[in-house]
């Protein structure tokens, strides 16, 4: 939350504005040809409802992510260090178009930074 008692979810608009943040993002990640191959044979519309309770969550919204431990959803998939730091660029582009501010971008990121090694399989930079 901020000065005012409002917190990101709040100030960009809720689940509506969330929701548009995260096809906006997925635009991003999809048309980059090395994240990409990542969401082949993806469940788009489940990935997309899934990320959207984790945007919530941490913009300080109502929801909270119930999908499958992140480490065992990106087990075996070949994520490297620099495939999340992709990933996070992506975001961080996105997060600045909907308004955030930069304190709440690195806020986002850092929360992101702190499952990185279930998403990346707890390996070194090449994976």
């Given at each position: 939350m901020d000065?005012?008692?409002?917190?990101?979810?709040?100030?960009i608009g809720g689940a509506k504005t969330v929701a548009a943040l995260v096809d906006a993002f997925y635009d991003r990640v999809l048309g980059d040809a090395e994240l990409a191959p990542f969401f082949e044979h993806a469940d788009l519309a489940r990935l997309l409802e899934m990320q959207r309770m984790v945007f919530s969550m941490a913009l300080g919204g109502p929801e909270s992510y119930e999908g499958?431990?992140?480490?065992?959803?990106?087990?075996?998939?070949?994520?490297?260090?620099?495939?999340?730091?992709?990933?996070?660029?992506?975001?961080?582009?996105?997060?600045?178009?909907?308004?955030?501010?930069?304190?709440?971008?690195?806020?986002m990121i850092a929360r992101i930074n702190t499952y990185s090694s279930e998403i990346i399989g707890g390996f070194g930079v090449s994976g």
């Open positions: 000065e005012s008692g409002t917190t990101p979810f709040q100030r499958r431990p992140l480490a065992h959803a990106h087990r075996g998939r070949g994520i490297t260090r620099e495939h999340l730091q992709r990933f996070t660029d992506h975001l961080f582009a996105t997060l600045e178009e909907f308004d955030l501010s930069e304190h709440e971008r690195h806020e």
